[in-house]
C-alpha cells in the first residue's frame, strides 16, 4: 500500500511540475506581449506567474533556458491554433486542409513584441527548428525549379497570408470586416480553391 501510495504522489508531483513550467512560460508570454523580449527577466515573470523566483530558476536555471523554452512553447500555441482550424473529421494530413488552416490562423493578429520575437527566432537554428517544424507540415512549401503552377499558387497564397499576418500585427487602422473577408477569401482560393464556408468566423475573430 505504501509503494502504490508513493507512486501516486511521485506522479502527482511530476504533474504539479509540468503544471508550473507551463504556468511560467504562459506568463512569460503575457510579460513579453506587454513588454518586449527585454522585459522577460525572472522578476518578471515570477511576478506575473505568483511563482517565487527560485521556482522559475527551478525550471529555467538562466535567461537563455527560459527564452528557449519560450520560441518552443510559442510554435506549440501555433501548432494548436492551426489544429483548431481544422474541421473534424479530418484525414491526418491533408495538403489542402492544412493550408486553408494556415491562412485562417495567419488571420489572427499577434502583438507586435510576439511577431518580433518569432522572427528573430528564424536567425538562430536552435530556436527556428521549432517553428519549422510547424510550418513545414502546415504551410504551402517553397516551389522546386521544376513546380508546376499549382505549386506557384499556393505559395503565392502563403506569402499573402504571411503578408496579412505582419499587417494585421502593425497597422495602426484595422481593416473592416468586409475587406478582412474578402481577402481572406481571395487567398484561400489561392491555396485551396473550394467552397468558402468558415469564412465568417474568422472575420468575427478578427472583429
Known sequence: MSGSTTRVERADGVLRRRNSRRLILAAAVAVLDSEGPSGITFDAVSSESGITR???LYHFPTRDHLIAALHEYLAFLWKEDLECNVPSPSPPHNPSTCYRAYVQACAHERSVHRLHFMLSGWSSPAFAKHWLRVSEYWAPPQPLDDCDGGAIRNFVGRL??????????????????????????SILDLVAPVASEGHASTSSEHV
Do not use: T, Y
Open 160 to 185: 499573402a497570408a504571411e503578408g496579412l499576418h505582419v499587417h494585421l500585427s502593425l497597422a495602426d487602422i484595422r481593416l473592416s470586416s468586409k475587406v478582412f473577408e474578402a481577402l481572406i477569401a
Open 54 to 56: 527560485q521556482g522559475v
